[in-house]
């Protein structure tokens, strides 16, 4: 049975088409997330989905060699009508998927399991989702974790789109500073004999009210030589106005880097728990205020939070906490185990969020994003590893005052 398409087919499309992540190179970051999936369900297959206008494309997959599909037999067609998992235990004995050739099939698909892949903004790209060979359904931790994981892709895929725009933001402005000198030549020197002249032209055509062809003359060839300074100028200043005010600029505002880092903590706990690895939350106690996109961020601590949780071994322990150090300050610990097992997370943090070259190969592409958005926010990131005590990584940010409004409001409350 074909899916029908969602009320918002054209919005979706274009947010999907916005990522410009169709058709391109596998990434260690999603080939790891739908490793983690089919492990954690104990499935033969996972894909990362994406939904196309006519096809679903995968954008990582573990258990299956077929890398686009028609539309019209995608399972995750239908799951992108929901806004939760879609679970079909027996596809023969589901009307909309009985006869699909993917299930009639030598081994065909008999179950699935497709969580939507939501954008901040409501719209459902694709799917994270598992498959088997034979009949079956998910316990609850595992319906947690696949729904979590699914966030996971989502957040890589909207902040590279924000990481990739504040890139361009920052060159235009890299490029005004350069002209900047340019431009004060420009407007205080040149441009300003040709005002005068102009001015004074108009002025006498005002009193007299005679035209003067010797001023007129000389007026238009000094406005004719500098017809181009006056398109520079304008120029200048559509783009100083323009330059940092698109539609995937940063949303900064006052915000709890407290509440932001507890709301991260629990998108990632149901991951932790398939690992058996223990979150410790110490994220709590005061507030601390400061300047962010709490939608960016939080994506961002996640991703931090998520890469702890891959490269820490099974039955290992991670401690989260906020407190204030030159700043309000993210901690994040990747503790050593008791017989000697250690995380893998050090190197990964070095390269990806601190070396952070301009385009860091491998699995640590996700990790240098999350440092761009840190960068934008001027947080400062600090990283240690000691035999015995694991990987420290410290995220400060500049603190924010409140103002006096939002004081008296507290106050008030309390």
């Known amino acids: 049975m074909k899916a029908p398409l969602p009320d918002n087919e054209i919005e979706r499309l ?13 990434e260690k970051d999603f080939d790891d997330i739908v490793a983690l999936a089919a492990g954690v369900c104990e499935t033969p297959m996972a894909l990362v989905s994406l939904v196309d ?7 990582a997959r573990a258990g299956s060699e077929v890398a686009e599909t028609s539309r019209d037999v995608s399972f995750c067609a239908h799951a992108i009508l929901g806004r939760d998992l879609l679970i079909v235990p027996d596809a023969l004995e589901d009307a909309r998927f009985a006869d699909n050739p993917a299930v009639t099939g030598v081994d065909g698909v008999r179950f699935y399991a497709g969580a939507p892949l939501l954008t901040t903004d409501g719209f459902a790209l694709g799917t994270l989702c598992v498959m088997d060979t034979v009949p079956r359904t998910l316990d609850v931790e595992q319906q947690q974790a696949l729904r ?3 966030r996971q892709v989502t957040a890589q895929l909207e902040l590279r789109r924000y990481a990739f725009a504040l890139a361009n933001t920052t060159a235009r402005l890299q490029e005004l500073e350069r002209r900047k000198d340019d431009l004060a030549g420009l407007v205080g020197g040149e441009l300003r004999s040709s005002l005068r002249l102009m001015s004074a032209y108009l002025d006498r055509l005002g009193d007299t009210g005679y035209h003067d062809l010797e001023m007129a003359d000389l007026v238009g060839r000094a406005t004719a030589a500098h017809v181009r300074g006056f398109r520079e100028l304008i120029d200048h200043l559509t783009t100083m106005a323009d330059a940092g005010l698109g539609g995937e600029s940063l949303h900064m505002r006052q915000c709890d880097l407290t509440r932001v880092t507890q709301r991260a903590v629990e998108a990632v706990r149901p991951i932790a728990a398939s690992k058996h690895i223990w979150i410790l939350n110490q994220a709590g106690g005061p507030s601390l205020p400061i300047i962010a996109d709490p939608v960016r961020l939080e994506q961002v601590l996640t991703h931090l939070l998520f890469a702890a949780v891959k490269y820490t071994p099974e039955g290992g322990r991670v401690r989260v906490g906020t407190e204030m150090e030159s700043g309000p300050t993210v901690r994040l610990d990747d503790m050593d185990l008791p017989d000697g097992l250690r995380p893998d997370l050090f190197p990964h943090l070095y390269y990806g969020a ?3 070259p301009a385009d860091v190969p491998g699995p640590d592409r996700g990790l240098a994003v999350a440092k761009r958005i840190l960068d934008a926010h001027h947080a400062t990131v600090a990283l240690s590893d000691r035999p015995g005590d ?6 400060v940010f500049p603190y924010a005052q409140m103002n006096p409004a939002d004081l008296i409001k507290d106050l008030a409350v309390a």
Request: glycine fraction near 4%.
């Open 148 to 150: 979590a994981l699914a």
């Open 390 to 395: 694991g990987t420290s990584l410290h995220v």
């Open 14 to 26: 274009a947010a999907l088409y916005s990522l410009d992540i169709l058709d391109s190179p596998p």
């Open 354 to 356: 601190i070396a952070n």
């Open 53 to 59: 206008a006519d096809r679903q494309w995968a954008k």
